[in-house]
């Protein structure tokens, strides 16, 4: 690390206890309406912070977090890296848009040889298909489509996963017959082949992350690679008869193939082109190693027919750390200096407790996309395994788990600093269950409560904040009828500070627009030290 040590802040002093963030992951800040799960919950602890002085509202969305504009919805691995990072920093789609834009991208090595094994073979594409900007964006993969017309590449399959979960839960149809427009399109205009080859829903196949569910990457490459699911004729046919059959939304459709005379339109064979065309990371890792590596330990990806051997590719490098993959056509971003490096180099010990489904964010992210420790020998990080089924079915997840833990490490008496992620509220709110959303936060308030205690026991500070809303509005009303909405929101997050000494030296002093990058200026200063100059300023000035 280049990092220089922290300088102590002489206005205000340290706790004898640790400073620990508390990320309660999807609570927003919205009306208090019938749909929001947070405002129908019962929330004494919550509340108690929220009634405070030492209580602020931060933006979680758009451009205070690095995204192209304020209709960008946030969500965890912007916000945590605005959060670790302490300033903003252009983010995937803003990144992907840039590069496309300049056509930097096409004027890359990568994309030459993606072109070269289209032409001679075939290209795939494949991602996630929707406009919801945060793990991928349709209009890049018609981008995509097009470039590769106009450079001469005449087979592409489409390999789609359907979203229902950054956007409405049932609006795969309206995207598929804008992209079979645009494939009638691009098929007359350049006498070519593209076409729809596979897909299923995003809980279902292909985009599991942090290693919590690998049958759904073993479904996915499956259904991908080998033509593996259900048959049907075309992709419309296909949704709107696993719509009736199955009576799941879009983000739970099981494999589809579609076929072509009796047989799968689009298997991938070797010598093939594989592009990836998520730009977010964390549910792009495993489908790439499947792609990428020898070998893999997790499913045999010969049991059906052999492996094909491609050249694969993905719309960033979604782990800079392991390099996966290998190739990609967008940088991304370069954060430095983060909190969590500031903190390791003045000699501090720190904490890091999640559950799996959000353990990269507080480590991974938090840290500036970079894999593991930054130094073992002062960090301590805790997951908690995640369950295997879907959330609402049991709203607490891990939540109580993950308090256990932290409360236990608080009690050593050895760290200045902790931060976990409580992700009840953004993986049940992603559910589109109201009554489970309802009890996943009022469990959240329950861990609250224990953190409070334990912090007020030990002398220390606990921030209380989130990294986007989602819980904060679960459906929309039209005309009487109700729609589940599954996606993060726009709303803000809330901040608020317990400090268990009775006399604060500091009161909260937001500037205007503050946003989550104001976060470790802010936890830096309550810790006792000058924070950076180049972060965003802190929330709290010195009485």
């Not at 921030?463 to 599954?486: C, L, Q, S, W």
Request: glycine letters at 10%; aromatic letters at 8%.
């Amino acid at each position: 690390m280049s990092v220089t040590p922290l300088k102590p802040l002489s206005s205000l002093s340290a706790p004898t206890g640790p400073v620990v963030i508390v990320v309660a992951d999807g609570y927003g800040i919205g009306d208090d309406v019938p749909s929001n799960a947070i405002a129908q919950a019962n929330t004494p602890n919550i509340d108690t912070l929220q009634a405070s002085e030492l209580y602020t509202e931060l933006a979680a969305h758009g451009v205070a977090v690095g995204l192209p504009s304020d209709d960008d919805m946030g969500n965890s691995e912007v916000g945590h890296n605005a959060i670790g990072a302490g300033r903003i920093f252009a983010q995937g789609a803003k990144l992907v848009n840039h590069a496309f834009e300049s056509k930097s991208a096409f004027q890359t090595s990568v994309w030459k040889k993606v072109v070269k094994h289209g032409r001679e073979h075939t290209l795939h594409l494949m991602g996630l298909h929707s406009d919801g900007n945060v793990h991928s964006h349709n209009q890049h993969l018609y981008e995509l489509l097009e470039q590769a017309a106009i450079e001469g590449v005449g087979n592409v399959c489409l390999h789609l996963v359907t979203d229902g979960r950054d956007v409405s839960g049932r609006s795969a149809l309206g995207y598929i017959e804008t992209t079979e427009a645009k494939l009638l399109d691009l098929n007359t205009r350049y006498n070519v082949d593209y076409r729809i080859a596979s897909g299923g829903g995003r809980m279902e196949i292909t985009m599991d992350r942090y290693d919590a569910d690998w049958g759904m990457v073993e479904r996915g490459y499956n259904c991908h690679a080998h033509g593996i699911g259900k048959p049907f004729n075309s992709a419309h046919e296909a949704i709107t008869s696993l719509y009736e059959s199955s009576g799941k939304d879009d983000q739970y459709l099981p494999a589809f193939v579609i076929h072509r005379d009796g047989k799968p339109a689009g298997l991938i064979e070797d010598n093939d082109a594989v592009l990836f065309f998520n730009f977010r990371g964390d549910r792009a890792i495993e489908i790439s190693k499947c792609f990428e590596q020898e070998s893999i330990e997790h499913f045999d990806r010969s049991q059906h027919r052999a492996h094909p051997n491609v050249f694969y590719a993905g719309m960033l490098q979604y782990d800079g750390d392991e390099l996966i993959p290998e190739n990609y056509l967008v940088n991304p971003p370069e954060i430095d200096n983060t909190m969590g490096e500031y903190i390791c180099a003045t000699g501090l010990k720190s904490f890091a407790v999640s559950e799996t489904q959000k353990f990269g964010h507080v480590t991974f992210f938090w840290n500036g996309n970079r894999s593991g420790y930054l130094d073992e020998s002062l960090e301590t990080y805790i997951e908690i395994p995640s369950d295997n089924i879907e959330f609402d079915q049991a709203p607490a997840m891990k939540a109580r788990e993950i308090t256990d833990a932290t409360i236990k490490l608080i009690e050593t008496g050895d760290y200045a600093f902790g931060r976990i992620n409580i992700a009840n509220g953004d993986m049940v709110g992603h559910t589109g269950n109201l009554e489970a959303a309802i009890q996943a936060v009022e469990v959240v308030d329950e861990c609250v409560g224990r953190l409070l205690a334990a912090i007020k026991s030990n002398n220390g500070i606990l921030i209380f904040t989130a990294d986007h809303g989602n819980a904060d509005i679960m459906y929309t009303e039209k005309e009487g009828v109700r729609t589940p909405k599954t996606s993060h929101t726009l709303n803000p997050v809330p901040f608020a500070i317990f400090d268990s000494r009775a006399d604060t030296q500091y009161c909260m002093n937001a500037p205007s627009g503050a946003g989550l990058s104001n976060i470790a200026a802010t936890t830096l200063n309550l810790m006792g030290y000058v924070a950076p100059s180049a972060y965003e300023p802190s929330l709290v000035s010195s009485k």
